[in-house]
């Protein structure tokens, strides 16, 4: 007959078995408190542990980042939102040796930009700004012409066009690739008509949100052909209706039509 005989388990290991029973409560926890509070009241590195081993670096405004790669916005600790690419140099006026181009590749159709060099193509729709002079926009990666502005190819006047930065992801969008832009870049976009024109890029520059209605030359009816490509850059800020810019800051990028 065998016997078993029964042995109450010491402290030590009643105390082993506490512990990752702890843990897993604190786990369980911490992912409630994040999934149900609002993002910004959750420190990031609850919502990002990644921050705490990943590559950080220093914003012009003092925010530390986390750089999450080349095709993500980054991590703000700061704003505990997320920071959208600046170009590593602006430039302004810059001059091309020369304008023509001798092929206009083909397009996917109407309303359509181009930017081979950073690998970028969008679609974009025509729509009116509302009362308050803002442009709402739809799910990145489609984006806008202003009305107000001219069509692309049109003899004269800017052609005001404006999307999303990145995605709710994070992913960078078409246009989160426009930072990378060099002078006298080429871009080609097609309007109503689908016929496609060619543009050289000769400004890349931030300007703070709140100036950008200031700068006549972006929605300018007369004066020589220009296209504007405009979307966000800097730190996220807080309290933005959906679909309107949620940045601090815009990237304008200007081109003048190749002839």
Same mark, same amino acid.
């Given at each position: 007959?065998?016997?078993?005989?029964? !042995?109450?388990?010491?402290?030590?290991?009643?105390?082993?078995?506490?512990?990752?029973?702890?843990?897993?409560?604190?786990?369980?926890?911490?992912?409630?408190?994040? =999934?149900?509070?609002?993002?910004?009241?959750?420190?990031?590195?609850?919502?990002?542990?990644?921050?705490?081993?990943? !590559?950080?670096?220093?914003?012009? =405004?003092?925010?530390?980042?986390?750089?999450?790669?080349?095709?993500?916005?980054?991590?703000?600790?700061?704003?505990?939102?997320?920071?959208?690419?600046?170009?590593?140099?602006?430039?302004? *006026?810059?001059?091309?040796?020369?304008?023509?181009?001798?092929?206009?590749?083909?397009?996917?159709?109407?309303?359509?930009?181009?930017?081979?060099?950073?690998?970028?193509?969008?679609?974009?729709?025509?729509? =009116?700004?509302?009362?308050?002079?803002?442009?709402?926009?739809? =799910? /990145?990666?489609?984006?806008?012409?202003?009305?107000?502005?001219? *069509?692309?190819?049109?003899?004269?006047?800017?052609?005001?066009?404006?999307?999303?930065?990145?995605?709710?992801?994070?992913?960078?969008?078409?246009?989160?690739?426009?930072?990378?832009?060099?002078?006298?870049?080429?871009?080609?976009?097609?309007?109503?008509?689908?016929?496609?024109?060619?543009?050289?890029?000769?400004?890349?520059?931030?300007?703070?949100?709140?100036?950008?209605?200031? *700068?006549? *030359?972006?929605?300018?009816?007369?004066?020589?052909?220009?296209?504007?490509?405009?979307?966000?850059?800097?730190?996220?800020?807080?309290?933005?209706?959906?679909?309107?810019?949620?940045?601090?800051?815009?990237?304008?990028? !200007?081109?003048?039509? /190749?002839?």
């Amino acid at each position: 007959m065998l016997e078993f005989s029964r !042995r109450e388990p010491s402290s030590r290991e009643g105390t082993r078995t506490l512990v990752p029973i702890c843990l897993g409560l604190t786990v369980i926890l911490l992912v409630l408190v994040c =999934e149900f509070s609002p993002s910004r009241h959750v420190p990031l590195v609850l919502r990002h542990p990644e921050f705490l081993l990943g !590559r950080t670096s220093t914003s012009p =405004e003092g925010h530390t980042l986390l750089d999450r790669g080349p095709h993500k916005t980054a991590l703000d600790e700061k704003t505990r939102g997320q920071y959208a690419p600046r170009p590593v140099r602006g430039f302004r *006026d810059a001059r091309c040796e020369t304008t023509t181009v001798g092929i206009v590749p083909d397009l996917p159709g109407s309303n359509t930009w181009n930017a081979p060099t950073v690998g970028a193509t969008a679609g974009f729709d025509v729509a =009116e700004a509302n009362e308050l002079g803002e442009l709402p926009l739809p =799910e /990145a990666p489609r984006g806008v012409r202003d009305n107000g502005s001219a *069509d692309i190819g049109s003899g004269s006047g800017s052609a005001f066009l404006a999307g999303h930065v990145n995605h709710d992801s994070g992913d960078l969008s078409p246009w989160g690739r426009l930072h990378e832009l060099e002078p006298c870049a080429p871009i080609f976009a097609a309007g109503s008509d689908g016929a496609a024109h060619t543009y050289r890029v000769t400004d890349l520059y931030v300007v703070p949100q709140a100036k950008l209605k200031e *700068d006549p *030359d972006l929605l300018a009816s007369t004066g020589p052909p220009r296209l504007h490509l405009v979307t966000c850059s800097g730190p996220e800020t807080a309290g933005v209706t959906r679909g309107i810019f949620a940045y601090q800051d815009n990237l304008v990028v !200007r081109a003048s039509l /190749a002839s």
